[in-house]
């Protein structure tokens, strides 16, 4: 599959066939997550993946919506502060990009081997924290369910903004420049 189809064919999925993804295959997904690119190289981040129902009630409770309920595995990203790269010249934490790019990896290989998944990061995280008793340094950044969508998912084409929009060479257009 070209890198830009495979890209075309990710897309959230909301509804799980209640069957886990094998193993060997999991594997294959967390990997590509652990090979990311971060900050200096720091791979601030850990993969915590949940499959016991009563630890995945435990994490409905943090996200309460009916179609979370039925997800037969989620795997919750966390960052860890005390490993992430800091910018010297004004402190900015780099925790929260590193994590997004390595569960980008995850999500996408997710998909070339024909799972489905779905960023979650509207869930409330002292839930999360203290269901898997996490110390103070990782931060519950991203639940991300995955297993085999319900049903056949069409490909529509994704609601995007034009490349001419968002796309400047040497300056930024001006209309930008206002909204400061």
Same mark, same amino acid.
């Given at each position: !599959?070209e890198?830009?189809?495979?890209? &075309?064919?990710?897309?959230s999925?909301?509804?799980f066939q $209640? ?6 295959m999991?594997t294959?997904?967390l990997e =590509?997550g652990?090979?990311?690119?971060? =900050?200096?190289?720091y791979?601030p ?6 499959d016991?129902?009563? !630890? ?6 943090s996200y #309460? &919506? $009916? ?6 595995q @989620?795997i @919750? ?5 005390? *490993?992430?790269?800091?910018?010297s010249n ?7 990009i $590193?994590v =997004? ?7 996408? !290989?997710a ?10 990061c509207?869930?409330e #995280?002292?839930?999360?924290?203290e269901? /898997? ?6 931060? #519950?950044i991203v639940?991300?369910p995955?297993g085999?969508?319900s049903? *056949?998912q069409t490909?529509?084409k994704k609601k995007?903004?034009? /490349?001419n929009?968002v /796309? ?6 001006t209309? /930008?420049k206002?909204?400061?």
């Open positions: !599959m890198l830009l189809d495979l890209i &075309r064919k990710r897309k999925v909301r509804s $209640d069957k886990k993804i094998p193993e060997n999991l294959q997904v =590509a652990r090979l990311a690119p971060s =900050a200096v190289n791979q981040w850990c993969f915590i993946v949940i016991d129902k009563e !630890m995945l009630d435990g994490l409905y409770q #309460p &919506r $009916d179609w979370f309920k039925t997800v037969p @989620v @919750v990203i966390c960052g860890n502060h005390k *490993e992430s790269w800091k910018r004004d402190r900015k934490d780099h925790c929260d $590193d =997004a790019i390595a569960t980008d990896h995850i999500t996408l !290989m998909t070339y081997l024909g799972f489905s998944t779905c960023w979650v509207n869930f #995280p002292t839930i999360v924290r269901l /898997l008793s996490l110390p103070a340094h990782l931060e #519950p639940l991300l995955i085999f969508a049903e *056949e490909i529509e995007r903004k034009e /490349l929009q /796309l400047f060479i040497n300056n930024i257009d209309s /930008l206002e909204n400061e």
